[in-house]
DNA sequence: AAACAGTGCGCG
DNA sequence: AAAGCGCGCACTGTTT
């Protein structure tokens, strides 16, 4: 449970509901043909990958063994047909000792079966979640989806109808199929403006290591580089922007989150071989770490320690050194904290509100700094969706993704939008809430003017 | 028919 | 002591 403990933080939710409100009014524009001629092209790539599929070998097993309870969707049966009829080795179970069949590891089956099956998943997550979930939600051309302020356990938001905080990304060819449907208004440009690092910044205002504000603070510094460097063993000329990625999704983040160094050292070594990692100099990652005197990844079995010279142990190391020595600070307040919580039940965030009921050390650690994160957005958005009225602007706010805004601009007030938004969401927000101690900053992608929300490219935000 | 747990997968 | 946090949605298989 997470309650409001002070005026200001009630007010916050009060204002920042009707701001959601007005934003859930405004909706998305949907390009309603694109969407429609999409829904039909997938329908049919799907259906000629089944039947591909269909023709070969295991498919046929599969429909002998199962007859007419045959059903492709099924992870259990995909599960026997692998694992019992082909024999071949379950590499890992749920909790509820189910065969396990999720895409990661699919991928360690080494089957043309398998390849087709993921292929078709895919496709059917984009039909049927995406495109056709905003289908059936668009009125009269625009989609509005809910922003819900009273739902999560940590004072976030949440998005339903269509959620619209996880439209895919990441995936290029799978963001491109479904962003291409939202669209902007006659003459308007989409606009998305993004906290950097929201949550690690506001992570400093709770344990306030001065180092880790040294890394925010000064832009010489850069954290996932380093961390990369002593992860794979590298002088700082061979970093390249593959590895720096790696060192932050696969150490520094989970690190934060309360990952172990055995999920660390696995993901980072992984990387590795899928990624193809090189140094600068060229020279293949695992032959580097080789000539380092690391040749193995170790079991990552967190109930054993590793074996000196494997990449597991190294990891190891790595993370002592994080929280022992570099962040020293911030490994105690995690510690206080914790324990604060243990001795009295409950605890308050920087933006007033008490989290209480049992939870786990991580969750402990990570709920007030995930709320209180979504809060900053939630406050610049219920002071940004005002200023627009009182300039008597016409760009409309259309949706939130936890640490960025989309609007809908139109393109005479581009500039304006952009000098606004920034200046409400670093300077205004820093000026109201005294508590943030280290600099904030926003990132901006803009789309062409009647474009979709698939061409986003960043762009400079004048001053 | 509706509800539930379990699994998988999309996002921050 | 526990073993990375937060969501929503589609689907299967079972129970009510």
Request: proline share 4%.
């Amino acid at each position: 449970m997470v309650i409001p403990y002070k005026r200001s933080a009630y007010k916050l939710l009060h204002d920042g509901a009707i701001a959601l409100a007005e934003i859930e009014g405004n909706g998305i524009k949907i390009d309603t043909v694109y969407l429609k001629k999409t829904i039909r092209k997938t329908e049919k790539r799907i259906q000629r990958l089944q039947t591909e599929l269909e023709k070969g070998k295991v498919a046929r097993t599969w429909k002998k063994v199962f007859g007419n309870k045959t059903n492709f969707n099924s992870n259990d049966q995909l599960g026997k047909i692998l694992f019992e009829h082909m024999e071949i080795p379950c590499p890992e179970r749920t909790k509820t000792g189910k065969y396990r069949t999720n895409e990661k590891t699919l991928m360690t089956v080494d089957h043309p079966f398998v390849e087709k099956y993921l292929q078709i998943k895919k496709l059917q997550k984009a039909l049927t979640t995406y495109l056709r979930g905003i289908q059936k939600e668009v009125v009269d051309g625009f989609l509005h989806p809910f922003f819900n302020l009273h739902i999560t356990r940590t004072y976030r938001s949440s998005s339903d109808s269509p959620n619209f905080q996880n439209i895919p990304v990441r995936d290029k060819e799978l963001g491109n199929l479904i962003r291409k449907a939202f669209i902007a208004r006659e003459g308007h440009q989409l606009v998305e403006i993004d906290y950097s690092g929201i949550e690690v910044a506001i992570a400093a205002a709770y344990h306030k290591d001065p180092r880790m504000i040294d890394y925010i603070g000064n832009p010489k510094l850069d954290l996932h580089r380093d961390m990369a460097i002593e992860c794979y063993k590298l002088k700082s000329g061979q970093v390249t922007k593959d590895i720096r990625f790696y060192g932050k999704n696969c150490f520094v983040f989970p690190q934060f989150y309360g990952s172990m160094y055995t999920d660390c050292a696995r993901a980072l070594w992984g990387a590795i071989d899928t990624a193809k990692l090189c140094t600068k100099d060229e020279m293949p990652l695992k032959r580097h770490l080789q000539s380092q005197g690391i040749r193995e990844l170790g079991d990552c079995n967190p109930q054993e320690s590793p074996h000196k010279g494997s990449f597991e142990y190294h990891i190891q190391q790595v993370e002592k050194a994080f929280w022992g020595k570099r962040f020293k600070v911030y490994a105690q307040w995690k510690k206080k904290w914790y324990q604060k919580y243990v001795s009295r039940g409950w605890m308050l965030t920087k933006t007033g509100f008490i989290c209480q009921g049992f939870m786990k050390r991580n969750e402990v650690i990570n709920y007030p700094v995930q709320g209180s994160a979504f809060h900053c957005l939630l406050w610049s958005l219920t002071r940004l969706v005002r200023e627009l009225k009182k300039h008597k602007m016409k760009t409309l706010i259309v949706g939130q993704i936890h640490d960025s805004i989309l609007a809908d601009v139109p393109a005479k007030e581009l500039d304006d939008f952009l000098m606004l938004a920034n200046t409400v969401m670093t300077t205004q927000l820093t000026n109201e809430w005294k508590w943030i101690n280290v600099p904030l900053e926003v990132e901006a992608e803009v789309c062409p003017i009647g474009g979709s929300w698939s061409e986003k490219e960043e762009k400079e935000i004048p001053k």
